[in-house]
């Protein structure tokens, strides 16, 4: 097939120190999920690394090859030997352990293991020692949810040897946030065999092609005011972009952008992160503030994202380009699932935009074109025609959403039989809200939801989610469902 492969288990010394190497990063801003990193004590649950020999193509008969998949288990709360086991899904970042959100409140109500599997391609689970475009075709989200199914028989497998039986099987609920909720909702749809229930929290279901609704959310999330300020913002950076665009892409610490649509881009994504992750009054205050005052908005600007936001490099299309197995390729990663299965592009509405109209849907087409080469294009039709987007005909899955999350418009925001949609409303609740707390980024030990401005509406969610699961745990173990 014109690739070089090689496994983990025998790559090079050299090698291997390189992938160790690979620090608590998150995918930057860029990406969808926006995580944050951190050594504080109780971040991870466990960083232990354990290691599956996964297949790296589910689709073909012929292709025997394998590589290493990273994932993780956490016990402690584990009743032997019919507790639930609970998967989260890693998303499109590195997976350095199983983080100390909410699902270790619902472990311990529930009794249950969590384990963790790694997204081939990220973190230390990649296929590939380079990320070229070819070598880039067997990272799909169809190619993870099988990833997910091979893993779930090997792990329920080892815990029947462990417990000396053989046709047993525990009960598993799945759960994921963001891409990584889209695949928990698939997951569910696609494999109901192998799982009582899955939890889609501000799970992206509909591939969108040019999602101006994004933007949208943003000026809605961001009020009158705020969406004024950064409106007046974005006027005078495009003016001054146009008579000294160096001076001004310096400006911002972000020389390296060299072309002016990422520039833009990561202007916008500056702001978009603060609504998303729950920190709206980091971004809007001091914005407000120096428009009253008659401050310079830019400098404002300037200075906020110098403080609270992520490095521009990771939107510069020459670092995307890069084929280098490095702790950032996440973000050359995640463009090309974007690129190729979801797009997402975040294009500027035709009216009252708060970012720039020059990031539009050419911006988009001309990246991927440019990081990996022609004929790559989203195909969000096929993608939707797959797993049916928000019309998903599936059952037992819990969809959430926070009423400040832009992203919530590619998720299925309304209740059907069997997949409940609840919307947690409140000034700070974005994006995973319901497993996250507030803020969502950075981490709120166990989901705390005590800085939500609303922690009710966040308790009455986790309330409504923890019956279902018990509901839909209680049914499956009486029906003899989700063991194999």
């Known amino acids: 097939m014109g690739t070089t492969m090689s496994p983990i288990s025998i790559l090079t010394p050299l090698f291997l120190s390189m992938l160790v190497a690979l620090c608590d990063g998150y995918v930057k801003d860029l990406t969808l999920l926006h995580q944050s990193s951190g050594d504080d004590f109780g971040y991870y649950l466990t960083k232990d690394e354990l290691w599956f020999n996964q297949t790296l193509d589910h689709f073909s008969p012929y292709d025997r090859r394998q590589f290493a998949q990273r994932y993780y288990e956490f016990l402690d709360y584990f009743q032997v030997p019919d507790g639930p086991i609970f998967l989260k899904i890693c998303g499109e970042s590195a997976c350095n352990g199983i983080v100390n959100d909410y699902i270790n409140v619902l472990a311990k109500k529930f009794g249950a293991a969590v384990v963790a599997l790694e997204h081939r391609y990220y973190g230390k689970s990649s296929p590939f020692k380079s990320l070229t475009t070819t070598n880039l075709k ?85 009020g009158a005011d705020c969406k004024a300020a950064l409106q007046e913002v974005n006027q005078l950076v495009e003016q001054r972009l146009a008579s000294n665009g160096k001076a001004l892409k310096e400006f911002f610490g972000a020389a390296e952008l060299e072309i002016d649509g990422d520039f833009l881009y990561f202007l916008a994504d500056a702001a978009v992160t603060a609504f998303q992750y729950g920190n709206p009054d980091k971004l809007c205050s001091p914005l407000i503030q120096a428009k009253k005052d008659g401050e310079d908005l830019v400098g404002a600007y300037a200075k906020y994202i110098k403080e609270n936001f992520a490095e521009s490099v990771h939107y510069s299309q020459n670092h995307l380009k890069s084929t280098a197995l490095t702790e950032d390729s996440g973000d050359r990663l995640w463009w090309f699932q974007v690129c190729t299965e979801v797009a997402y592009f975040q294009v500027a509405p035709a009216n009252d935009s708060v970012r720039s109209s020059k990031v539009d849907t050419r911006y988009h087409l001309d990246l991927c074109k440019n990081v990996f080469g022609k004929g790559i294009y989203p195909d969000v039709d096929a993608t939707n025609l797959y797993y049916g987007g928000t019309r998903i005909a599936g059952s037992k899955i819990i969809f959430t959403n926070g009423s400040q999350d832009p992203w919530r418009h590619a998720s299925k925001q309304i209740s059907s039989p069997d997949m409940p949609s609840y919307l947690i409303s409140c000034h700070n609740c974005g994006h995973g809200t319901d497993m996250r707390g507030c803020p969502q980024s950075t981490l709120s030990l166990e989901g705390n939801a005590q800085n939500c401005s609303s922690p009710d509406a966040v308790h009455k969610v986790r309330q409504q989610i923890t019956e279902d699961i018990d509901l839909w745990l209680s049914e499956c173990q009486n029906g003899g469902r989700s063991s194999i």
């Open 138 to 222: 067997y990272l799909s989200s169809k190619q993870a949810l099988f990833d997910l199914a091979s893993f779930r028989q090997f792990y329920q497998d080892s815990v029947n040897l462990k417990l000396n039986r053989t046709d047993a099987g525990n009960p598993w609920f799945v759960f994921g946030i963001s891409y990584s909720g889209a695949l928990s909702a698939w997951f569910r749809l696609k494999f109901p065999h192998l799982t009582c229930g899955s939890l889609a929290s501000s799970a992206v279901v509909q591939a969108v092609y040019d999602f101006p609704e994004f933007d949208q959310q943003i000026g809605v999330s961001a």
